[in-house]
Nanobody, 116 residues
């Protein structure tokens, strides 16, 4: 059974930092590309960062230079270091396979709220 558990969200001020963590079971990170997605209020869920099997990373323009995705294959964990946070980063953040997520297996996500 596939399961993703996200943590590390919270309230931050604009310009601050947060580090999100994701632990997964039922999937092997070493042979899957993993992504962090976010869903802002009233919006759909969107991929913001992706780390590939070879550890190369890709980011959407909105977060490039501010967010860093990483992973630990041995622990089946992924991380998202978020710096220079902006109010528009406010969203629920999820991890899942990328670029095609397992839609039946989304975790509960972790809420990130950035105040101005």
């Amino acid at each position: 059974q596939l399961r993703f558990v996200e943590s590390g969200g919270g309230l931050a001020q604009a310009g601050g930092s947060l580090r999100l963590s994701c632990v997964a079971s039922g999937i092997t990170f070493a042979i899957n590309d993993i992504g962090w997605y976010r869903q802002a209020p009233g919006m759909g869920r969107a991929l913001v960062a992706r780390i590939n099997q070879d550890y190369s990373a890709e980011y959407v323009d909105d977060v490039k230079g501010r967010f860093t995705i990483s992973k630990d294959n041995a622990r089946n964990m992924a991380y998202l270091q978020m710096n220079s946070l902006k109010p528009e980063d406010t969203a629920i953040y999820y991890c899942n396979s990328a670029p095609s997520p397992y839609d039946d297996w989304w975790g509960q996500g972790t809420q990130v709220t950035v105040s101005s």
